[in-house]
T-cell receptor
Framework: EAGVAQSPRYKIIEKRQSVAFWCNPI?????LYWYQQILGQGPKLLIQ????????DSQLPKDRFSAERLKGVDSTLKIQPAKLEDSAVYLC?????????????FGQGTRLTVV | AQSVAQPEDQVNVAEGNPLTVKCTYS??????LFWYVQYPNRGLQFLLK??????LVKGSYGFEAEFNKSQTSFHLKKPSALVSDSALYFC????????????FGTGTLLAVQP
C-alpha cells in the first residue's frame, strides 16, 4: 500500500513570497490533515478535511494560509505572503475516517525555510 | 480540552537496558491514545494505540505501552533498547467531539548509547 505522498521535500523562499505544498493521501482515506511542526515542538493541526469539506480550521492563520482538497483526494496548502515564523515542517496525514480509534498515517513532510 | 503531556524532553538509556518514555493525559471521556516515532528528516510513524480493553498494548518494533487509568498515564516501554531506537517520540490523543482532532504532545528525544 502506497503511503502519503508530499512534495516538495524542501523549499526555501524569501519573506513575503508565496509557496504551495501538495499532498496525495492514502487511497480510500476520507480524512486528511495538515500539521505544522516547528523545530523542537510537537505537530500542531492547521486544518482537517473530511472528504472535500473542512471540519476544523480553527488554528489556521486564515489571513495568509489557505488549503483545499480537490474532489476529496489530493490537497494543497498555500501560504501567501510568508513570514519568517512560518519556517517549519509541514506534515500531511490521512486516515480512513476521523473516529476516535483511528490512527493517522503521515507523509515525510515539506521543510520550509523562510529567509 | 483533551491534552497529553510528555514531562521529559530527553531520555538517555544504554543499549540492552529497558526504556520508558512517559506520557500523561487529560481527557473528559474515554481516552484514545497513540504513540508515534519520528526519525530525522522523516514523517511520523504510527507505533501503537489504546482504545479499550487490555491495559498493555503491543506495537511495532517491539514497543509496548501500559495504560494506567488511575494515574492517567500511557507510558511507552521496550524491554531491551537498541541504538536504532534513537528518535523523537510523540504521544497523542483524539480530542473527541465532532472532529476528533489528533493532538500531539511536545515530544521526547530518546538517545540510546551503545
Amino acid at each position: 500500500e502506497a503511503g502519503v505522498a508530499q512534495s516538495p521535500r524542501y523549499k526555501i523562499i524569501e519573506k513575503r513570497q508565496s509557496v504551495a505544498f501538495w499532498c496525495n493521501p492514502i487511497s480510500g482515506h476520507a480524512t486528511l490533515y495538515w500539521y505544522q511542526q516547528i523545530l523542537g515542538q510537537g505537530p500542531k493541526l492547521l486544518i482537517q478535511f473530511q472528504n472535500n469539506g473542512v471540519v476544523d480550521d480553527s488554528q489556521l492563520p486564515k489571513d495568509r494560509f489557505s488549503a483545499e482538497r480537490l474532489k476529496g483526494v489530493d490537497s494543497t496548502l498555500k501560504i501567501q505572503p510568508a513570514k519568517l515564523e512560518d519556517s517549519a515542517v509541514y506534515l500531511c496525514a490521512s486516515s480512513v475516517n476521523h473516529l476516535e480509534s483511528t490512527e493517522a498515517f503521515f507523509g515525510q513532510g515539506t521543510r520550509l525555510t523562510v529567509v | 480540552a483533551q491534552s497529553v503531556a510528555q514531562p521529559e524532553d530527553q531520555v538517555n538509556v544504554a543499549e540492552g537496558n529497558p526504556l520508558t518514555v512517559k506520557c500523561t493525559y487529560s481527557v473528559s471521556g474515554n481516552p484514545y491514545l497513540f504513540w508515534y516515532v519520528q526519525y530525522p528528516n522523516r514523517g511520523l510513524q504510527f507505533l501503537l494505540k489504546y482504545i479499550t480493553g487490555d491495559n498493555l498494548v503491543k506495537g511495532s518494533y517491539g514497543f509496548e505501552a501500559e495504560f494506567n487509568k488511575s494515574q492517567t498515564s500511557f507510558h511507552l516501554k521496550k524491554p531491551s533498547a537498541l541504538v536504532s531506537d534513537s528518535a523523537l517520540y510523540f504521544c497523542a490523543v483524539r480530542d473527541g467531539g465532532a472532529t476528533n482532532k489528533l493532538i500531539f504532545g511536545t515530544g521526547t528525544l530518546l538517545a540510546v548509547q551503545p
